[in-house]
């Protein structure tokens, strides 16, 4: 998983409020949308 991000965290970010980094914490690719639930929902 280490070259999802080459050590770097915040390139997890892959748009605003899109997050790549469920793969880190469970098996498979996976993106989650993040944020207070009015800015998930405008998203």
Same mark, same amino acid.
């Given at each position: 998983? $280490?070259? *999802?991000? =080459? /050590? &770097?965290?915040?390139? *997890? =970010? #892959?748009?605003?409020? %899109?997050?790549?980094? #469920?793969? %880190?914490?469970? $098996?498979?690719?996976? $993106?989650? %949308? #993040? /944020? &207070?639930? &009015? $800015? #998930?929902?405008?998203?």
């Amino acid at each position: 998983m $280490t070259s *999802l991000h =080459e /050590g &770097d965290r915040a390139r *997890l =970010e #892959v748009s605003p409020n %899109l997050w790549a980094g #469920v793969g %880190l914490v469970r $098996t498979g690719a996976g $993106t989650a %949308l #993040v /944020g &207070d639930p &009015d $800015t #998930v929902a405008a998203r």
